[in-house]
């Protein structure tokens, strides 16, 4: 057994030598695209991955073929890589997946099947014919952070957000940075679920907001709860993943969204065309080119809001939500004056800036 | 007679069997599972599915398609390992509901030699091994000792020790195994030497070895061993197991912590053959589907396999059918809970004979 581990060890360096030859290559796709795409939750989960479908149905219009998909392949190897290959054995060729938890699978599954392109939202692996593409949330929470700032009349913002890592504690820095631009004054107070998806912690977390007389309140979680408490309690809230308005009319006043036709639909025309070269750690997309906002709500005054679609027009244009000076919660600066950080920074952002109350862990 | 005193002179009478030939059990269940799959069929048909597409497309894929036997081995093989665990505790009538947690804390004992690379490379993957049957026994370790020595209730207990497990896990994930690479909620990644091989064939990796050794080591535990008749004798009388003198206490308490070492066993196979690190969604379901499969297998090993296997077989068959047709989730989940009812609800049929009595007299 153990010499053929060995014969494994020694399979899997050739293995990896071809791959690294094959990266020399663009990727060309053997046929028409026919893309298929794999769900981790059920498609109308009211946030994420019904984002992800409706995407999927635009698209559907635009590109006039069908492309199917599966709900609900939770994040696990065993799951995703067989409802891969069903879709590979039928001859589909673009494989799309949904989650973070797909990184691992996806990675085997590209390798194994280098004429077939694989694209994963929300993943971290990357190579020849895989890309992981996540959006610079941070930019569509400080837009959504600038509507916040300007329609809370106490200055007390409020942020339930889900796990305290890097993409999630970017979007509440944003948020806040955001605020701060309509109102110096602003203050956020941020409540971590520790949890993608529990309806009953986001609850219990922006009631505590509520009673801490906040007016405002932001989001990163998987679900429209922290809305919803928002319109009972008859103050103001901003969405993310999906327009909020659906759930929260009275309260939405903004919403951080997805829209993934606007990455897929040209990234799938450059795998026809043969132009296709994924970016080898991860395409990181802006506002306007898969993330985007959903503004504004009817209590947000129009001056405010052209304010906000002119600051959206200068992020495409260039512009860098985290520009230094960064000072996090301790007094430490984390980025310098007139600096911007590293992608890799963000990726790994590890701490909150002055002027939220709150813990990470 | 007229119909309507017919009726009123006849009732239906259930009565105990005495004697179950296997082969009568056998045949009950069978025609259990054909009305389930009839069911199941009539359902997709209603959705637009065709009769020859279900045959084409998920029995005969499932089960005589290289590729979906070989996927069937991998989904049964932890699959296996669950059961048996589930089947070890309910032997002695202990409910162990924790396998989830057991089989969690399997996988943090792995991960821990992976991590910290205890041992020489050779024997990597047996300390790994050993690593999660010790930690997902010694997980089960307290709920059977507090139910032997003070008789608190194992279903709730087992279920506790789960939570605590999975909140262990995230403290982990989310603190000191964080991904140092992408910063990610999961554990870095097994090298190479961590991984259970592949045997050749397929995607079939070695962890089919530890299934079937298993199924070997528990047949001769539960058919063979004195423990075995002893742990028969306590799940069958306890008290008068207490009465004659056997160590009741330690047989449960040996049975609870055996169970919870294959628990481990089964995190130890899903971690080194298809997931590679420690991660949050893991052990989902795994818990639930030892309790059905070890139900369904009547508490014996090589029936634990079997079943064990069509489980797999079903949820694979599930998978396609969300893959091919974009049936809802919620669908197919609706079509393998018929199934494994309708077997389970073979069980009555089994153990009563339904009888037409008349009567006279009124």
Not at chain 1, 245 to 263: G, H, L, M, N
Not at chain 2, 51 to 79: C, D, H, M, N, R
Not at chain 2, 184 to 195: L, M, N, T, V
Request: aromatic fraction near 10%; glycine fraction near 10%.
């Amino acid at each position: 057994m153990w010499r053929k581990l060995c014969c494994v060890a020694a399979a899997a360096l050739i293995a990896a030598g071809f791959a690294a030859s094959a990266e020399a290559e663009a990727f060309k796709l053997k046929g028409d695209p026919k893309p298929a795409w794999i769900y981790f939750n059920v498609k109308n989960d009211g946030g994420w991955t019904q984002a992800i479908d409706e995407a999927r149905i635009r698209m559907e219009k635009d590109l006039g073929y069908k492309i199917p998909f599966v709900e609900k392949v939770p994040e696990v190897a065993s799951e995703i890589t067989p409802a891969a290959e069903r879709y590979i054995e039928r001859g589909h060729n673009i494989i799309i997946g949904s989650a973070f938890g797909y990184s691992d699978a996806f990675k085997d599954l590209a390798a194994r099947y280098p004429e077939v392109a694989f694209l994963n939202p929300a993943g971290t692996t990357n190579g020849p014919n895989l890309q992981s593409i996540y959006g610079r949330t941070y930019e569509t929470q400080y837009l959504c952070g600038m509507v916040a700032g300007a329609i809370s009349k106490s200055g007390k913002l409020g942020f339930v957000a889900a796990n305290p890592f890097g993409l999630v504690n970017w979007t509440v820095n944003a948020y806040l940075i955001g605020a701060r631009k309509m109102n110096p004054k602003a203050e956020l107070t941020v409540i971590y679920t520790g949890a993608w998806n529990d309806p009953v912690k986001e609850r219990a977390a922006a009631q505590a907001l509520v009673e801490k007389g906040v007016d405002v309140i932001g989001q990163h979680v998987d679900t429209p709860t922290p809305q919803v408490v928002a319109q009972e309690a008859g103050i103001f809230g901003t969405g993310h993943h999906r327009d909020m308005r659906e759930f929260a009319p009275k309260a939405t006043a903004c919403s951080s969204i997805w829209v993934w036709d606007q990455y897929m639909l040209p990234t799938l025309k450059s795998i026809a065309s043969g132009s296709w070269e994924p970016a080898p750690y991860g395409a990181f997309v802006h506002v306007g080119g898969g993330a985007d906002i959903a503004c504004c709500g009817d209590m947000v005054p129009k001056d405010v809001a052209e304010k906000v679609m002119a600051e959206r027009d200068a992020i495409i244009k260039g512009k860098h939500v985290f520009e230094g000076p960064i000072v996090d919660q301790s007094g430490k600066e984390r980025v310098a004056a007139g600096a911007t950080p590293s992608d890799g920074d963000l990726w790994g952002m590890d701490y909150l800036i002055q002027g939220v109350v709150g813990q990470l862990n | 007679m007229t119909r309507r005193s017919w009726l009123r002179s006849t009732r239906l009478a259930l009565e105990v069997r005495q004697r179950i030939p296997p082969l009568h059990r056998a045949a009950f269940i069978l025609g259990a599972l054909i009305v389930g799959l009839a069911i199941c069929v009539a359902i997709l048909v209603g959705r637009g599915v065709g009769l020859a597409s279900i045959y084409e497309e998920f029995i005969a894929f499932t089960f005589f398609k290289a590729s979906g036997v070989s996927t069937v081995i991998v989904q049964s093989t932890p699959l296996v390992l669950a059961g048996l665990s589930a089947s070890l505790a309910f032997r002695v009538n202990y409910w162990n509901i924790g396998i989830e947690g057991q089989l969690f804390m399997g996988v943090i004992g792995a991960t821990l030699v992976a991590i910290f690379d205890v041992g020489p490379e050779s024997i990597r993957l047996v300390l790994m091994l050993v690593a999660a049957i010790v930690l997902g026994a010694a997980w089960a370790l307290p709920p059977a000792l507090l139910k032997v020595r003070l008789n608190v209730s194992e279903v709730i207990s087992t279920l506790l020790f789960s939570y605590i497990a999975f909140y262990f896990v995230l403290n982990q994930v989310y603190g000191p195994w964080q991904d140092p690479k992408d910063k990610f909620p999961h554990s870095e990644q097994y090298d190479a030497i961590e991984r259970l091989p592949p045997i050749g064939w397929e995607q079939v990796h070695y962890g089919i070895v530890v299934a079937l050794a298993a199924v070997a080591v528990v047949w001769w535990l539960v058919e063979r061993s004195r423990f075995g008749i002893q742990s028969r004798f306590v799940g069958t009388s306890p008290r008068m197991a207490l009465a004659i003198g056997l160590p009741v206490g330690a047989i449960v308490a040996s049975s609870a912590v055996l169970s919870g070492g294959m628990a481990g066993a089964a995190g130890f196979v899903i971690a080194t053959a298809t997931e590679f690190r420690l991660t949050p969604a893991m052990a989902a379901g795994y818990g639930f589907s030892g309790i059905v499969i070890a139900f369904l297998a009547g508490n014996r090993p090589f029936a634990t396999l079997i079943v064990a296997c069509l489980m797999g077989g079903l949820y694979v068959a599930g998978e396609s059918m969300k893959v091919f047709y974009s049936l809802p989730d919620a669908l197919v989940g609706l079509i393998q809970a018929i199934v494994v009812l309708s077997v389970t609800a073979s069980e009555f049929f089994v153990r009563y004979r339904l009888r037409l009595a008349h009567y006279r007299g009124a």
